[in-house]
Nanobody, 119 residues
């Protein structure tokens, strides 16, 4: 069974850095896209960054966050620099994965990891 396992959340002072990691475990054929979303209390879940062939960033993280795939191909990292108070949220890993050699994919989510930025 495919699972997404996240790590790297925590608390950091504003201006600091954190790196989130997400590893796909279980049998799969191909990972099409990996992404990070976040959800702050009382707000909807929003896309932070995604990576397939290209990378895509939300405007509020451009120039501060970098998403990249691990060389193994089954993990994604989110390097977060210059963190702001408003970056405080639960961050969720997301992946579109094909379990067999066919054109359709299924969407998977991690359990979420808390990022807290304090002043």
């Amino acid at each position: 069974q495919v699972q997404l396992v996240e790590s790297g959340g925590g608390s950091v002072q504003a201006g600091g850095s954190l790196r989130l990691s997400c590893e796909v475990s279980g049998p799969f054929y191909h990972i099409a896209t990996m992404a990070w979303y976040r959800q702050a209390p009382g707000k909807q879940r929003e896309l932070v960054a995604s990576i397939s062939g290209d990378t895509n960033y939300a405007d509020f993280v451009k120039g501060r966050f970098t998403i990249y795939r691990a060389d193994t191909g089954n993990a994604v990292h989110l390097q977060m620099n210059k963190l702001k108070l408003e970056d405080t949220a639960v961050y969720f890993c997301n992946a579109d994965i094909a379990l067999a050699p066919m054109p359709t994919t299924d969407t998977y989510w991690g359990q979420g990891t808390q990022v807290t930025v304090f002043s």
